[in-house]
């Protein structure tokens, strides 16, 4: 076992605070890799407070995970020691299941998640990206361009296959009328990748302030969604919807918006239930309401691959691991442009 330093969340109401632990040592299929930089993203806020009701503390959390490989297993092949690599939310499955055979990991009834899940390894919790180094299957390492700027790069390996799955799955090509909704980390990384695949993109805002940004970063309209007239001359206009959004809201304002056969795809896990869709939305268009998790970690090869050669890669803010609690209260607040990555160096101050 070797000792790890972290941050981690003690009790749903308390501040995150230094934390420090044991990872295993590297088996003959791991991968040791020294993490540089950690995405922060508002699952990690969901499950440090106990949101979503399944919390085991201490959580050191962090799936957008990047850095350089240290050591390898004797069974390690396609990976070196001084690579670049990154780890996203999963670390391990049952490899056998249907879901696993067609390279959908997320849907295993056996998926370990990066944090907060059971280590069958170490029989402990598994422990997450707020920290100095990480032990992973070769299975679940993912190969990292060392063209992109590393700490932008970290946000892909959750807000950006997270965004990309459900856009590949629903087969998005060139002229096809996108509404993003909501303009935070996954959002943001929907506005650019539905671009790049060729998508007139429509992105759909509380925040008035973030029109011009929006622009820049690929949409071709913008509107501020608590706007009555702004939506209603979107009625029926869109084929695809994928909804972003980190709190219950009133889906069918966005139903609405849908073209016959449309459909809106939710991403969000907020810690209550949307008010019930109205169905006479959905029957009198057949139009669909569907959901993702993530993505495979093939399709996240995939990804990553899509972005080095796009050039794409997530509008962040770095900052120390000791602002992590100021990172949580300003995200709450959607004053985030658009994703805080942790310096993961700052961990040794
Ligand atoms: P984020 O950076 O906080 O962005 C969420 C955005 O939602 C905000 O920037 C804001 O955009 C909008 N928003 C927030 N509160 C709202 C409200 N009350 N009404 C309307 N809009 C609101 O969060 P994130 O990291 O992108 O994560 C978004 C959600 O996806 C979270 O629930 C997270 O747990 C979930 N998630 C799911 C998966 C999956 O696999 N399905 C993976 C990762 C994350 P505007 O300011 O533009 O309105
Ligand atoms: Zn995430």
């Known amino acids: 076992m070797k000792k790890s330093i972290a941050y981690a969340a003690y009790e749903p109401n308390k501040p995150l605070g230094p934390f420090e632990f044991e990872r295993r040592e590297v088996g003959a299929t791991d991968i040791q890799i020294d993490i540089l930089y950690c995405g922060v993203c508002h699952s990690d806020i969901h499950q440090a407070r106990n949101e979503w009701g399944n919390a085991k503390y201490p959580m050191v959390p962090g799936h957008e995970i990047v850095g350089r490989i240290t050591h390898v297993g004797t069974g390690v092949k396609g990976f070196n020691v001084g690579d670049l690599a990154g780890v996203g939310c999963m670390v391990d499955s049952c490899g056998v299941c249907p879901d696993c055979q067609a390279d959908l990991e997320q849907f295993c009834e056996s998926t370990v998640f990066t944090y907060n899940s059971h280590d069958q390894h170490t029989g402990q919790n598994t422990y997450g990206g707020y920290s100095d180094h990480v032990v992973v299957d070769q299975r679940f390492v993912l190969h990292v361009s060392e063209k992109l ?29 996108v509404g993003i909704v909501g303009l935070g980390g996954l959002g943001h990384m929907g506005v650019k990748l539905a671009h790049a695949m060729g998508a007139h993109v429509v992105l759909f805002t509380t925040s008035p302030d973030k029109s011009a940004d929006a622009k820049r970063l690929g949409a071709s309209e913008v509107v501020i969604s608590k706007h009555a007239d702004e939506m209603a001359k979107m009625a029926g206009s869109l084929d695809f919807i994928l909804n972003t959004v980190a709190a219950p809201h009133d889906l069918d304002q966005f139903m609405a918006l849908l073209k016959r056969d449309g459909t809106m795809c939710l991403v969000g896990v907020p810690d209550g239930p ?25 399709e996240t090869q995939e990804m990553l691959d899509f972005c080095a050669e796009h050039n794409i890669t997530s509008d962040i803010e770095l900052i120390p691991v000791q602002k992590i609690n100021e990172a949580y209260e300003r995200m709450l607040k959607s004053d985030v442009k658009y994703r805080f990555v942790i310096d993961m160096q700052s961990l040794k101050r």
Do not use: M
Not at 160 to 175: A, D, E, N, V
Not at 289 to 297: N, V, Y
């Open 149 to 177: 700027e590393l700490a932008a790069v970290a946000p892909l390996l959750c807000a950006g296959i997270t965004t990309y799955s459900p856009l590949r799955h629903w087969k998005i090509k060139k002229g096809d009328r």
């Open 274 to 298: 949307h008010p019930s869709p109205n169905i006479a939305n959905l029957i009198f268009k057949r139009r669909q309401l569907a959901g993702s998790l993530i993505g495979g970690i093939k």
